[in-house]
């Protein structure tokens, strides 16, 4: 079926460094890959998404880049801040199965040191 | 208004007991969704409402019942759950599914004991 990876699980950056997240999809209809952020105990919330027309786009200190035909996508955060600390989620649109499905990524929890 | 609105915020409940989740958005949007999220996990889908119909059941136990009044509440009945069950339960919606953003709710911190 249809699955999203991501790596690493787990990140530590410095203060002021950049963080970069790594997906993987298997739906070659995917077209729509949002990115939420989830601090402890809070809601998931999107930070960007893109779309499979875009091969990049980018949002103050949050860039996302899409290669659509090597199934992969990243997030990458410059000039990371103690409240980038969360755990980040990325997803992918199960188009071939579902037009209502999206799928997940395992999640990576990201810490900036101050 | 751009929240969507969950409650209760916590539950506790015995095996035995029957309870209600209620969720509530006034986007307009017409997808609706329940998730299940356990710790350090990411949100697992369980059902999903499009235009007030159920349009997907990931073979959840029926012991989790959706429920779909109108275009703006979605509720999740529980009944004779197991402690596995206890998690953190989202609510969702988005203006026109999977390729459209998901607006979460705060979430339902479900404690079967």
């Known amino acids: 079926g249809e699955n999203v990876e991501q790596h690493p699980s787990t990140l530590s950056v410095q203060e002021g460094d950049s963080a970069v997240i790594k997906c993987t999809y298997s739906?070659?209809?995917?077209?729509?890959f949002p990115w939420y952020k989830q601090e402890l105990g809070k809601r998931p919330q999107l930070i960007i998404d893109?779309?499979?027309?875009?091969g990049e786009k980018k949002d103050q200190r949050i860039a996302v880049t899409l290669n659509k035909t090597a199934k992969h996508f990243s997030l990458h955060i410059t000039e990371t801040q103690p409240e980038d600390s969360a755990v980040y989620f990325c997803?992918?649109?199960?188009?071939?199965?579902?037009?209502?499905?999206?799928?997940f990524g395992p999640g990576t929890s990201l810490s900036v040191i101050p | 208004d751009t929240e969507v609105t969950q409650t209760p915020k916590h539950l506790v409940m015995g095996m035995t007991n029957k309870k209600s989740l209620k969720c509530e958005q006034h986007?307009?949007?017409?997808?609706m969704y329940w998730y299940k999220q356990k710790a350090k996990k990411p949100p697992e889908l369980m059902f999903v409402?499009?235009?007030?119909?159920?349009?997907i059941n990931e073979s959840v136990p029926s012991r989790f019942s959706p429920e779909c009044p109108n275009s703006s509440l979605l509720n999740l009945h529980l009944h004779a759950l197991q402690p596995e069950d206890s998690a953190l339960y989202l609510c969702?919606?988005?203006?026109?599914?999977?390729?459209?953003?998901?607006?979460f709710g705060q979430g339902t911190r479900l404690t079967v004991v």
């Open positions: 893109i779309r499979s027309n875009v």
């Open positions: 997803a992918a649109d199960a188009m071939k199965t579902s037009y209502d499905k999206v799928i």
């Open positions: 969702a919606s988005s203006p026109a599914g999977s390729n459209t953003e998901a607006f």
């Open positions: 739906d070659s209809a995917s077209n729509y």
């Open positions: 986007m307009g949007h017409r997808a």
């Open positions: 409402y499009s235009y007030e119909k159920l349009s």
